[in-house]
């Protein structure tokens, strides 16, 4: 019979895409592949435009049943009645009976072993559902392929979620279509930063390979601010849906009910991921309760308009920048885009308060993956305030809280950045803005920059005694203290951190601040030659910290009381507090930490007898300084350990030995170089007799680190 003819022919049903125009994707190909071979439903997913289709066509064309591959395009059925009849007409089957099309189906192709690929099923998901539920209970030879935007949810289905292209595949697909006899497209900075822009999803990138025959890499990326309005065209040969970028988006947008439209706009007002919470805060309320959110967003995470990712901070959404653009345009014409941008704004506001007031406290590091996580909505939270004249208090507020960002996890200058732009505002908020003042001169004293911090430190104390606000002149004078410190002054910097830290305590003040100055008063008193004195100081500083759970400041008590175990030549309790030290900071990203605790693990080991690997960790130290600043802040007073280390190993290996060491080190990564100094003493070290140092005097020996006593900054100011 003609029907049993079609049916068994491979050839007659051919895939929907040209498969000699495929790129990359080849770890992909070869996972569906085996996919394919381990379950007998595997549903493709991933979001419009990001090439299911083409993967899914190329991934059957490597299948060899017997009866063949076959092709349903479901995209042009609306009524899920029909979705019987679509899978008959493509098998090529007739039926003149009475027959309901199921029957029919079973009928033809018991006892066969077909794939059937059901493409685009996503607005028919129950009636697919019903369908290849019961043809793979009754037809054991039958193997389906599903490509949609959600799963089936049918029992025995092996999900294979698609994210876009990698960069490199992304640009290669992007110079393949390009190519045209009078077009040469080179993979350079624009053409990645194309790709990169565009998300990596091939559709968005094969339209804008269409006007590389009009404009120029660098042009396309100047318009593509107005991508959707830029990317339209096509091939003819390309689906109806993927003409434009719009309709590939837009797509899924007109298979959502008005709950899950209005949620996608929303959404929109975030930038990257985002958590549960969050959403139900910002997105809740005038025609969306808070408690269905779950359950809408649920759905469009089953549509891929939003996909869930596991972080260090646990599981959070997000979407595509394309997607999140086409809900922008939708909220905008809502006219509820200025209400949502501030509850985004206030939900921020809210978490970096809890941010800075939890990290004194054992959740530390909670708080520093917590705020590096949700970095791309803070950064948006800020320009909103700051761009909006009626919230730059909120702005100053936001930037100032978080400070222990700022120093303690290496950003000093996006902190900075930030920071001079609230300043710069006149908020009518004096309080805000003091905080932002002081802060900003703790990153400056740190960055190295000491002329501008000394002048907005001077211009917050100024204006916090004509304010009569005791907290920031607190903080003013610590800072001030800080940079004395930094400048080789230690008779000033003792003055103003004993003065600051007595008005901490007349006001209440305690958090990793006021603990930090309590560290920087210690290196003020061992710059001076009062080791015990110093010693007393940071165990008390360390008492406080694990009463706390405290860990940041901790660990520059432990740089200090490392310097002074070395000094006394208890070299085991020297390195025991120094591998601690070290932990920790780099556990915070804190790079001022880190090195400060290198450049101490240098003198220990050349102590220990391994001139050598001392060397190959002032190379390791050299090369991480760049990344912090001014190499031991220029410091006579910090850099003494320096030489005295670099001093002895000259002596022991010749320069030539230790030039060649340290360039060594020098070359190690940042991950590698703390490996490196944290891991055991190369088996070759001579230990040195146990004994006290006599060759440093303490007055000139250690020099804070860098940002240890700066590293601070008011928990609760502000």
Same mark, same amino acid.
């Given at each position: ?6 049916? *068994? ?66 995209? /042009?059925? @609306? ?26 189906? &079973? ?38 392929? +599903?490509?949609? @935007? ?31 006899? /009078? ?49 339209? %065209? ?9 003409? =434009? ?27 990257? @991921? ?10 809740? %309320? ?47 014409? =809502? ?16 978490? =970096? ?7 004194? /406290? ?14 791309? !909505? ?76 000394? %002048?907005?430190? /001077? ?11 005791? =907290? ?38 305690? !958090? ?64 025991? &507090?120094?591998?601690?030290?070290? %932990?920790?900071?780099?556990?915070? *990203? ?45 410091? +006579? ?14 002596? @022991? ?66």
């Amino acid at each position: 019979m003609r029907d049993q003819q079609r049916a *068994h022919s491979p050839e007659s049903v051919g895939p929907p895409l040209e498969l000699n125009t495929f790129v990359g994707r080849s770890a992909e190909l070869a996972g569906l592949a085996g996919a394919l071979g381990a379950a007998r439903l595997v549903t493709l997913t991933g979001a419009g435009g990001v090439g299911k289709s083409r993967l899914a066509a190329r991934a059957a064309s490597r299948c060899t049943p017997v009866d063949g591959v076959w092709h349903v395009d479901l995209a /042009s059925v @609306r009524d899920p009645e029909f979705v019987d009849y679509a899978v008959v007409e493509a098998l090529g089957l007739t039926d003149h009976t009475t027959r309901l099309p199921h029957e029919t189906l &079973l009928a033809h192709l018991a006892g066969r072993q077909l794939l059937l690929i059901l493409d685009g099923f996503e607005h028919l998901v129950d009636a697919c559902a019903e369908l290849v539920s019961g043809l793979l209970r009754r037809l054991p030879g039958l193997k389906v392929l +599903a490509v949609g @935007r959600r799963p089936l949810g049918v029992t025995g289905e092996l999900l294979f979620p698609l994210a876009p292209l990698g960069e490199d595949e992304a640009v290669e697909l992007l110079v393949d279509r390009a190519a045209q006899p /009078s077009v040469v497209v080179a993979d350079d900075a624009d053409v990645r930063e194309m790709c990169r822009r565009l998300d990596g999803i091939p559709l968005a990138i094969e339209l804008a390979a269409g006007r590389l025959r009009m404009l120029s890499p660098g042009q396309v990326l100047e318009r593509l601010d107005d991508r959707f309005r830029l990317l339209t %065209g096509g091939g003819r040969d390309g689906l109806p849906r993927h003409r =434009t970028l719009r309709t590939a988006v837009g797509w899924s947008h007109e298979l959502c009910t008005p709950e899950e439209r209005l949620l996608w706009a929303r959404l929109s007002v975030f930038a990257g @991921r985002f958590d549960l919470e969050a959403v139900e805060y910002v997105c809740g %309320g005038q025609g969306l309760h808070s408690d269905d959110i779950l359950e809408v967003l649920s759905q469009l995470l089953a549509q891929s308009v939003v996909t869930r990712e596991e972080t260090p901070v646990g599981g959070r959404y997000r979407m595509l920048d394309t997607i999140r653009v086409y809900g922008a345009d939708w909220l905008a014409a =809502t006219g509820d885009a200025a209400r949502l941008r501030r509850r985004h704004r206030d939900w921020y506001l809210g978490l =970096t308060t809890w941010c800075e007031l939890e990290w004194f /406290s054992p959740r530390q590091d909670e708080v520093a993956a917590r705020v590096e996580a949700e970095l791309p !909505n803070l950064r948006r939270a800020l320009d909103h305030c700051l761009s909006e004249p009626d919230d730059a208090h909120l702005g100053q507020y936001l930037a100032g809280s978080l400070w222990f960002y700022w120093v303690g996890c290496g950003r000093l200058s996006e902190g900075r950045h930030w920071l001079e732009q609230a300043v710069a505002l006149d908020s009518g908020h004096e309080q805000s803005r003091l905080k932002a003042l002081w802060v900003l001169g703790y990153v400056a004293i740190l960055q190295g920059d000491t002329v501008p911090a000394l %002048g907005v430190l /001077s211009e917050c104390r100024d204006e916090a005694e004509r304010a009569a606000d005791p =907290t920031a002149v607190a903080y003013a004078e610590h800072r001030t203290g800080c940079l004395a410190l930094l400048s080789d002054d230690m008779e000033r910097a003792e003055t103003l951190l004993r003065s600051a830290l007595g008005r901490y305590q007349e006001i209440g003040e305690l !958090n990793s601040n006021v603990l930090m100055g309590q560290v920087e008063l210690a290196m003020t008193r061992a710059f001076q030659g009062d080791l015990p004195d110093a010693v007393r100081l940071c165990e008390d500083v360390r008492r406080v910290c694990e009463d706390h759970g405290e860990r940041w400041a901790r660990s520059y008590a432990l740089y200090v009381l490392a310097y002074a175990a070395w000094a006394d030549g208890d070299l085991p309790g020297a390195r025991a &507090l120094l591998s601690d030290c070290l %932990g920790s900071a780099h556990s915070f *990203h804190d790079l001022l930490g880190s090195v400060l605790a290198v450049e101490l693990l240098a003198l220990l080991t050349g102590a220990e007898g391994d001139p050598v690997e001392a060397a190959v960790l002032q190379g390791a130290a050299s090369g991480m300084w760049p990344s912090v600043g001014l190499p031991l802040f220029g410091s +006579a007073c910090f850099n003494a350990p320096h030489e005295l280390c670099e001093t002895a190993a000259r002596e @022991r290996l010749g320069d030539e030995r230790y030039e060649e060491c340290a360039r060594q080190g020098a070359a190690l990564g940042r991950e590698e170089a703390v490996r490196r100094a944290l891991g055991p003493l190369p088996s070759d070290a001579v230990p040195s007799p146990r004994g006290p140092v006599q060759h440093v005097t303490a007055t000139v020996t250690m020099r804070k680190p860098a940002a240890s006593p700066t590293r601070k900054g008011g928990e609760t100011t502000g």
